[in-house]
């Protein structure tokens, strides 16, 4: 579900789309847990505003720290199954500082500065991750993907 001033898009997840969705997040959170970074993993929570009329839940998404505390993810992931138009623009309006597309074996990694997304090659939350390995390693059986990344990880 995402909203924005007025437009509202529903998306129903298929099985291949959310097979993809899981192994991504379970290799987001293990390279968090390898480096030591307190990632607390949030799932799709519904993160909205209504001064800012918009509101979305991210296919999977992180804060730094106790998101108690927080108002927005700090990393929020979409795996792009169809076209979509309005999701950066709400997730700018939301102040999510990194935003990650995954779509046909690749990630896009959008970084919030100025109060506008510029694109990346590096995460800033996850530096060392080869972002491009995740992306691809999301068609793998969780297994496989996990021992590759834990590997990879391994040999820095």
């Known amino acids: 579900m995402a909203y924005l001033a007025g437009e509202l898009e529903l ?17 987001v959170n293990a390279a968090a847990e390898h480096v030591g970074i307190d990632l607390w993993p949030v799932g799709s929570w519904t993160v909205k505003s209504a001064p800012n009329e918009r509101g ?15 108002e927005a993810p700090d990393l929020a992931l979409e795996v792009i199954w169809t076209n979509t138009h309005v999701e ?6 939301l102040g999510v500082g990194e935003v ?4 046909n074996d690749a990630i896009a990694i959008h970084l919030l500065r100025d109060g506008r997304y510029e694109t990346s090659s590096r995460s800033a939350i996850l530096p060392e ?5 995740v992306a691809r390693l999301a068609r793998e059986p969780p297994r496989e993907a996990m021992s590759q990344l834990r590997a990879r990880l391994a040999a820095g």
């Open 100 to 103: 990650w597309f995954w779509r």
């Open 11 to 27: 998306m129903s997840p298929s099985r291949d789309r959310e097979l993809i969705r899981s192994v991504l997040a379970r290799l």
């Open 56 to 70: 979305l839940e991210p296919d999977e998404c992180w804060t730094l720290g106790d998101p108690r505390t927080k």
């Open 129 to 133: 991750l080869d972002v491009q390995l």
């Open 88 to 93: 950066l623009e709400i997730y700018r309006g």
